[in-house]
């Protein structure tokens, strides 16, 4: 499905779209663990904007168990949170989901079940893959691969509002977590929900600052569009009304 007629759909389906985004322990080889941690989850309801967290210090809470000693307690805190989660998952059964390159098994809805397999030996319920949108591939699609540097998305945020200050790169997450910043952790993961809804209504309206312009991927949207197939229709009729005054 091109990117257009994934802005179409998503539009017309608002009522059941689903933000989410969340954050982890290092991707790389330097975990305790194979996979890492999830440490924090927001999905957010577009239509409603209501958020539904899911975060380890949240549920340390919950347990009367010290900050200090959440580390101790990590396998608990996790599985606790994805099993709320999941069950989040399977009572909506019928969403869609928005994302960021949540595409696989080392960062995705992948990595998520695989968690929640690994800590509660219990299989995750599936989100489909044609229930998956991902929002940087859609702007890449419209505006170009080319049209943002790395980090993409850090740089389109210093282009479209600028950066909030609860906005953390992957690697501050990373340090965040070793030093058991859960809840500076957490207000990152929701503030980039957040800001992909933002982003999803500029995308809609087509004004997404961009470093550079690419101008074939601008025109082919713009023949695609609504208004491009009204002037398509107009020009057809004033053809064809020149034609019967011709050969009237």
Same mark, same amino acid.
């Given at each position: ?100 390159? =949540?595409?696989? %098994? $080392? ?7 695989? @968690?929640? !397999? ?5 299989? +995750? ?79 809609? =309206?087509?004004? %997404? $600052? ?7 991927? @601008?025109? !082919? ?5 609504? +208004? ?21």
């Amino acid at each position: 499905m091109k990117a257009i007629k994934q802005l179409e759909f998503i539009f017309k389906n608002l009522d059941n779209l689903l933000v989410i985004h969340y954050s982890c322990q290092s991707l790389s080889d330097n975990n305790e663990g194979y996979s890492p941690r999830v440490t924090s989850i927001a999905v957010l309801h577009e239509k409603s904007r209501c958020m539904k967290s899911f975060s380890i210090h949240m549920y340390a809470e919950k347990e009367k168990i010290d900050r200090v000693d959440i580390d101790t307690n990590y396998d608990k805190l996790e599985a606790l949170m994805l099993e709320d989660y999941f069950e989040y998952v399977r009572n909506h059964h019928n969403a869609y989901w928005l994302h960021w390159n =949540m595409t696989n %098994i $080392n960062y995705g809805f992948e990595a998520l079940a695989h @968690r929640y !397999e690994v800590l509660t030996g219990k299989r +995750a319920p599936i989100i489909e893959d044609i229930k998956r949108f991902n929002l940087s591939t859609m702007i890449l699609a419209v505006y170009g691969r080319d049209c943002v540097e790395h980090p993409r998305m850090r740089r389109l945020m210093e282009l479209n509002g600028g950066i909030d200050r609860d906005y953390l790169e992957g690697k501050d997450e990373v340090e965040a977590f070793n030093n058991k910043e859960y809840l500076k952790l957490h207000k990152s993961t929701m503030h980039k929900a957040y800001w992909f809804s933002h982003m999803l209504h500029l995308l809609k =309206m087509n004004k %997404i $600052n961009t470093s550079h312009t690419n101008w074939k991927s @601008r025109i !082919e949207r713009f023949c695609e569009s609504t +208004a491009a197939k009204v002037i398509g229709f107009a020009a057809g009729l004033a053809t064809l009304g020149g034609m019967y005054f011709w050969f009237k």
